[in-house]
T-cell receptor, first 115, second 114 residues
Framework: GAGVSQSPSNKVTEKGKDVELRCDPI?????LYWYRQSLGQGLEFLIY????????KSGLPSDRFSAERTGGSVSTLTIQRTQQEDSAVYLC?????????????FGQGTRLTVV | AQSVTQLDSQVPVFEEAPVELRCNYS??????LFWYVQYPNQGLQLLLK??????LVKGINGFEAEFNKSQTSFHLRKPSVHISDTAEYFC????????????FGAGTRLFVKA
């Protein structure tokens, strides 16, 4: 596609429910990132994919968070048993991922509200 | 461990005044450096980048940044700001550790006052 697409754009869920957030990166981009942006907290790194593998999962806040990427393209971030502190904007970015081609292109984000 | 530090969380400045947003990084390997901007209610977009060559790089909207390897800094500057420059600015570092990982700073909110 022309840009990084994230869905849904907004999600309101009840505490304790599971949610899935989707990211469609730019076609041909091998690297994919998930970040979380909370009010006043800046960008928090969650996980990084190179192809389908995740060499760095160090940013996932707890074992309730998981992510996968299939076919070197679409990625899904899953949050199980959501808590109110999970409320944030979840941003996905992709890049060509090698050498000097590491500029990240961001999606518009998914705003998650846990009530 | 690699990290990016933006020294100011908020920078208020009057219109037409100069501004500098500071960024320091720590890394023992070669890096690529970026500044991104996020305007209110919009996504992040690239402002400028340093890959190699001249240490002074120019970006969009009159911004520039200088890479200082000895001080491990990449400060962003603009000689005269406009109200429309009000936004959140993020410094980022991409590190080659066998794969490429991009680390962002916490952001600096620039608030331009009339």
């Amino acid at each position: 596609g022309a840009g990084v697409s994230q869905s849904p754009s907004n999600k309101v869920t009840e505490k304790g429910k599971d949610v899935e957030l989707r990211c469609d990166p730019i076609s041909g981009h091998t690297a994919l990132y998930w970040y979380r942006q909370s009010l006043g907290q800046g960008l928090e790194f969650l996980i990084y994919f190179q192809g389908n593998s995740a060499p760095d999962k160090s940013g996932l806040p707890s074992d309730r968070f998981s992510a996968e990427r299939t076919g070197g393209s679409v990625s899904t971030l899953t949050i199980q048993r959501t808590q109110q502190e999970d409320s944030a904007v979840y941003l996905c970015a992709s890049s060509l991922g090698a050498g000097e081609n590491t500029e990240a292109f961001f999606g518009q984000g998914t705003r998650l509200t846990v009530v | 461990a690699q990290s990016v530090t933006q020294l100011d969380s908020q920078v208020p400045v009057f219109e037409e005044a100069p501004v500098e947003l500071r960024c320091n990084y720590s890394s023992s390997v070669s890096v690529y450096l970026f500044w991104y901007v996020q305007y209110p209610n919009q996504g992040l977009q690239l402002l400028l980048k340093y890959l190699s060559g001249s240490t002074l790089v120019k970006g969009i909207n009159g911004f520039e940044a200088e890479f200082n390897k000895s001080q491990t800094s990449f400060h962003l500057r603009k000689p005269s700001v406009h109200i429309s420059d009000t936004a959140e600015y993020f410094c980022a570092v991409t590190i080659d550790t066998g794969g490429f990982k991009t680390i962002f700073g916490a952001g600096t909110r620039l608030f331009v006052k009339a």
